[in-house]
DNA sequence: GCTTGACCCTATAGCCACTAGAACCTTCAT
DNA sequence: ATGAAGGTTCTAGTGGCTATAGGGTCAAGC
C-alpha cells in the first residue's frame, strides 16, 4: 500500500514547514517530486525518509552543503565513510568553539547584569562598561 | 588638537572594518560623517568611542536592532535605565537557551563520533542514527 | 606640476536558510 | 455547484555583513 503524501501531510508528518520542503527541493537536497494531474507534489515513504535525515542533520547544526554531502554519501553503501566521520569531527569542534564563545558572553553579561546600581542612565554602570575598550 | 580619522584609521584603531563601519551609517548607529572637499569622511574622538560602544555591544551577542536602543538610551542621561536591564537581562537569558541547546548537540556529535566503527557506509552508525526519527 | 600608489567613494549583488506575501489553481466534502 | 482548505509559482525580505566593479582623492616624492 503505497500511501502518497501531499506536501501538506509529509510537513506535519515531520514536523517541518511546506514552504521549507519546497526550498529543499530548489536547494537540490530533496529531488523533484511527482506530481498530480493538477500539479500537487506526491511523496512517498522513502522521501519521507530522506527529509528526516535532513532534518536530524540540521537539528545537529550541519549547513545545508554538509547534509547535501551525507546524502550523496549515504547513497553510496560501499564507498569508505571517513568523509561521514570528517564532517562530525568537523561539526562538533565548531560546536565546541560555540560553546566555549558563548560562556564567556554569559559570564560577561552575568558580570553586567549585577552591576547595575543605578536608577538613572548617567549612573548605569552598563552604559558605563560598554563606553570603554575593554578586557573581559 | 581635534585629530581627525579617516575611515580606514578609524577602522584599523578600533579593528572594524571600513566597509562596515560605512554599513553601519547607513543602518543609522552611526550618523552620517563630515566629509572632506573630495568626500571622504572624517571621524572625531567622540565619534571613535561610539564605534568602540557599537563593537562592544556587538561583541556581546546583541542585534543591531538592541545596539541601536542602547545608543539612544545612553543618550539621555536623565532617563531611568531599566530598559538597559532588561536588554541585557533578555540577551543573557537567550544566550543560556543557547548554551543549552549547544550543550546537547556536543553530546549527540560526541555519541555519533564514537559510535562510528565501520568502515563502509553500509555499516556506518552515523548514517544509521541520521536516517531514523530520533530521541536524544 | 606630475605621477604613483595607497586610500576612499558609490552602487549593486551575494551570502545562508529560510519566511512572507500576492495572485492564482486544485481537491474534496457537502 | 459551492466553498474551504490546501496547493502552485514568483518575488522580495530578513540580518549583518562581504565582495566586486568602476571610479575618484590624497600625500609624498620627483
Known amino acids: 500500500m503505497e500511501s502518497r503524501l501531499t506536501i501538506g501531510q509529509l510537513a506535519k508528518s515531520t514536523e517541518t514547514k511546506a514552504v521549507t520542503i519546497r526550498y529543499y527541493e ?21 522521501e519521507r525518509d530522506r527529509l528526516i ?9 550541519l549547513s545545508l552543503e554538509d547534509v547535501k554531502a551525507l546524502l550523496g554519501l549515504a547513497d553510496d553503501e560501499e564507498a569508505p565513510c571517513d568523509r561521514v566521520d570528517e564532517i562530525i569531527h568537523v561539526q562538533l569542534a ?17 558580570r553586567l547584569e549585577r552591576c547595575c546600581h543605578g536608577d538613572k542612565i548617567a549612573d548605569c554602570q552598563i552604559i558605563e562598561s560598554l563606553s570603554r575598550a575593554h578586557g573581559p
Chains 1, 2 share one sequence.
Open 26 to 46: 530548489r536547494a537540490r537536497l530533496m529531488s523533484p517530486a511527482t506530481r498530480t494531474a493538477g500539479g500537487y507534489r506526491l511523496y512517498t515513504a522513502r
Open 53 to 61: 535525515f535532513i532534518k536530524h542533520a540540521r537539528q545537529l547544526g
Open 94 to 110: 565548531r560546536v565546541r568553539e560555540r560553546l566555549k564563545h558563548l560562556r564567556q558572553l554569559e559570564q560577561e553579561l552575568d
